[in-house]
């Protein structure tokens, strides 16, 4: 498969209400790519800075992501990012953000990623994103994820960019900011309306759902007893999403369905520890295991 | 199947962002009733008063429902509750809660119905419903619902109700006010410690979540394009669940969940108009045709 993924890279310091992880490896590309992984070679486009700690690199080699797009900025400094988790592990807040490489300009694409097919444009500014969509003409599927900044900030451009992709990933608030329909339905036949084929709403500890010009989709989250860091559940779903299609290339109704289940699977191990610690410790047995679990828990007939 | 249900029947007027229903059928029970009796024949305990309305008694016919349990009860007043729903569709507010005959002696069990065996105690104070319990000593499955005003106001006498029935309904808010906790795996398996064999709780537009020694079901709700009132919602889920399990005779954790998904199926129904006005209009055809797809929707492999 010819999986790519575009987005950040970053240190994380993550507090939650039973415990803390200071500088450990986080962005979303990371996530979505490890998550990905699973399922067959990833390319990855994102960019540290020169203060990148050597002891962090360890997982881009573990995964089986391609790391030709990654570039280490020289005179530039890492993404980083510290957040706390409230009590119920749903809502957090952003104690600091340092946007650093990220607010430079964007990492160039290897002109051997050209020729990808699944292009997943992970949360940046919707510019930004349109400037690396174009870069891949042959792309088959691509999908995007955005968040509130940009619908507040930057929403004429977000329209633009939902005109030239094929799925839009977000979460429920988000997708109520962009629509202003409260009703889920609703809000993802508005977001069809802006252009893409489908669209994907995340809605945390309670699942995710699918629109889709052939159906809607609605599939809960894996019931998860532990959840120590949910930092990276949106990107991992999307991780395994994609990675799932990217391994079929089977667009249908049906398998964007799987592909759901299959994200959802991989998010609700990355959630059980810390960073990526539990994603590196797991392997496509395990992923397959306990989606066969899922699937027997949503048989009801 | 001999099931029962016991609970309120009153007269609501229901606000919601987009139109108002005066003086409309409602309560607990009657709600129950209605999706229950869509699997076979329901006896009903209950009291109203001599104001209740003749042509509000339309749909205690219409429905197989066994009224020998209904007492029309001299001087006093039927139950009556005004309320409005947000913008969410989710949340609402009680304008104005008459409780009338509600507060006054429970009705007479008719002796004809103490051999029930399916039992379901809507929700009514903790011991109200313990004295109901025990007029079903042959009771194959007792389960109740309860809500928030009991688990501040008589949580003692819950707790001992809980030793004495099979099943517990409620839902997420409640679920936690019980338990002090904000994981569903963990509140349900606090609510197994406190006495019954299963909990199930109800996440509105998110869906069901059950917990079983046996293992863990959740289930998303059914996408819904139009939710006109979600009033009952609740209700006749749990009317659909019982419905499923008195007209089958199976608890298995398997045939639990298929009752929970025969109840997210009618919930969804009962939501396209005010009152019960869309269950009057369905039948048992339209329900499997939707369970049906249900099935289809949760089939990820």
């Known amino acids: 498969m010819s999986l790519i993924v575009t987005g950040s890279i970053g240190i994380d310091t993550i507090h939650t209400p039973t415990g803390q992880a200071p500088d450990v490896l986080g962005g979303s590309a990371i996530y979505f790519a490890a998550a990905a992984s699973f399922h067959g070679p990833v390319r990855l486009v994102g960019a540290v800075g020169d203060d990148f700690p050597a002891e962090l690199e360890a997982p881009f080699n573990h995964f089986n992501i ?87 900030t930057a929403q004429d451009l977000l329209k633009d960019l939902l005109k030239q992709i094929d799925g839009l990933v977000l979460n429920d608030s988000e997708a109520h900011l962009l629509t202003g329909e409260t009703n889920i339905v609703k809000a993802g036949e508005d977001v069809l309306a802006m252009g893409p084929k489908f669209v994907v709403i995340k809605k945390g500890e309670h699942g995710a759902f699918l629109l889709h010009k052939d159906g809607a989709v609605a599939l809960p989250a894996y019931p998860a ?19 799932h299609l990217a391994s079929t290339g089977d667009l249908s109704l049906d398998n964007l369905k799987r592909a759901m289940a299959a994200g959802t699977v991989v998010a609700s191990y990355n959630i059980e520890k ?28």
């Open 225 to 243: 007893r532990e959840v120590v860091d949910p930092t990276g559940a949106g990107d991992t779903f999307g991780g395994g999403f994609m990675g």
């Open 66 to 152: 391609d790391l030709e797009g990654l570039e280490k900025r020289a005179g530039s400094k890492t993404f980083r990012w510290t957040g706390k988790y409230l009590d119920n592990m749903n809502d957090r807040e952003t104690l600091s953000v340092d946007l650093n490489v990220l607010a430079e300009d964007s990492p160039p694409v290897p002109t051997s990623y050209t020729d990808s097919q699944y292009v997943f444009l992970a949360n940046s500014h919707p510019g930004a994103q349109m400037g690396l969509r174009a870069q891949f003409p042959s792309a088959k599927l691509v999908v995007a994820d955005t968040m509130d900044l940009w619908i507040d």
């Open 274 to 301: 810390f960073s990526l610690d539990r994603l590196l410790e797991i392997g496509p047995a395990d992923l397959q295991a306990r989606e066969a679990q899922y699937a027997n828990m949503l048989k009801v007939r």
